[in-house]
């Protein structure tokens, strides 16, 4: 049931740009764009949510083209500690609903040294 | 940041024994609440959604007999592994989604062991 596509996995050195895609061909007009990060034997961890163009906060930015079948996490001067997987999931965050994810394979970024 | 727990953290029993999972929502008021399931190196697998007050919606394939889930109040729904056999050990996750917001904020899970 899940609506995405993304990498299996990733691999990038520590200090460069890393940009995951996420294919989502039959998104909903009212569908949001969600990114997580999990760590094993963790709970996923909120990074990142957009519905359209470019949104920015202090650890990500997402690009989302016009067309919203695509998005991409752009993760600035990797780390060490940011190796794990990335999840993007996209689903209707409206007030009044269920707000239902269901997760994709999602990407297994590993940064090396 | 609204945060959510689960207890125990992990659990270990024996085949045929029921097992409790708590999980709170500690700032806010949960309206609804997520229950997943994740295997080893698998993503995870939304197993039923619970609102304060009423019955839970499972998705498919999930037995409702098996994995009773209450939500009996804002701050906590409690998932109950009943009859536990090994091959329902895994990694069990839930979340819970404030009224009033659209974020979704997970728990840091269950590790349960079916022996």
């Known amino acids: 049931l899940a609506k995405t596509t993304q990498p299996i996995s990733m691999d990038s050195y520590e200090g460069q740009e890393v940009n995951i895609t996420c294919s989502h061909n039959?998104?909903?007009?009212?569908?949001?764009i969600t990114w997580y990060q999990q760590f094993p034997s963790q709970g996923p961890r909120f990074i990142i949510q957009?519905?359209?163009t470019k949104v920015t906060n202090e650890v990500a930015s997402l690009f989302i083209p016009a067309d919203r079948k695509s998005s991409t996490l752009s993760l600035p001067r990797v780390s060490l500690s940011d190796t794990a997987v990335y999840y993007c999931?996209?689903?209707?965050?409206?007030?009044?609903?269920?707000?239902?994810?269901?997760f994709g394979s999602g990407t297994k970024l590993n940064v090396k040294p | 940041g609204a945060v959510v727990s689960q207890h125990p953290s992990r659990v270990i029993c024996k085949s045929g024994t029921s097992v409790k999972i708590e999980c709170r929502s500690l700032?806010?008021?949960?309206?609804?609440m997520f229950w997943y399931r994740q295997f080893p190196k698998q993503s995870l697998m939304l197993m039923a959604t619970?609102?304060?007050?009423?019955?839970?919606?499972?998705e498919q394939g999930v037995e409702k007999d098996k994995f009773l889930i209450n939500h009996a109040s804002l701050t906590l729904s409690t998932l109950t592994v009943t009859s536990a056999h090994p091959e329902d050990s895994s990694f069990y996750i839930c979340?819970?989604?404030?009224?009033?917001?659209?974020?979704?904020?997970f728990g840091p899970g269950t590790r349960l062991t079916v022996t």
């Open positions: 700032d806010f008021q949960a309206t609804t």
């Open positions: 979340s819970a989604r404030s009224r009033g917001s659209n974020e979704q904020y």
């Open positions: 039959n998104i909903a007009t009212n569908d949001y």
């Open positions: 957009g519905y359209k």
């Open positions: 619970s609102n304060e007050g009423s019955k839970a919606t499972y």
């Open positions: 999931l996209v689903g209707d965050v409206r007030l009044y609903n269920f707000n239902k994810f269901y």
